[in-house]
């Protein structure tokens, strides 16, 4: 999408037109803000993925000649985090279960 010096002209008096010349400096600090603030999280999510570390268990000499059965990866693998999605569903039962027991606590 190519917008040229016309387009990005209209787009300048438009917003000059419905938000008035003295609330556009506080809603471009407000967007600078939110930018940022969007930024810094998106990096420390970044951060905090490059921070896990990885496990290594030490073996004897004759237990590393030896390939490990799939039983045995399996078992040592750590098992993968919830997506988000799967955390929210849970979350969501979590909350269906309080409410009933709250619902039920509130009957004579």
């Known amino acids: 999408m190519n917008l040229g010096a016309p387009e990005i002209i209209l787009i300048l008096v438009a917003l000059v037109l419905l938000f008035g010349a003295k609330k556009l400096p506080d809603l471009a600090r407000g967007v600078g803000r939110s930018l940022r603030i969007f930024k810094a999280e998106t990096s420390k999510m970044n951060d905090d993925d ?15 000649q030896q390939p490990a059965a799939p039983q045995q990866l399996q078992a040592a693998a750590p098992a993968p985090e919830p997506s988000a999605e799967e955390q929210a569903r849970r979350l969501e039962e979590q909350a269906a279960k309080l409410r009933a027991s709250a619902q039920a606590d509130k009957r004579p």
């Open 50 to 64: 490059d921070d896990k570390p990885t496990v290594v268990q030490a073996q004897p000499e004759a237990q590393q």
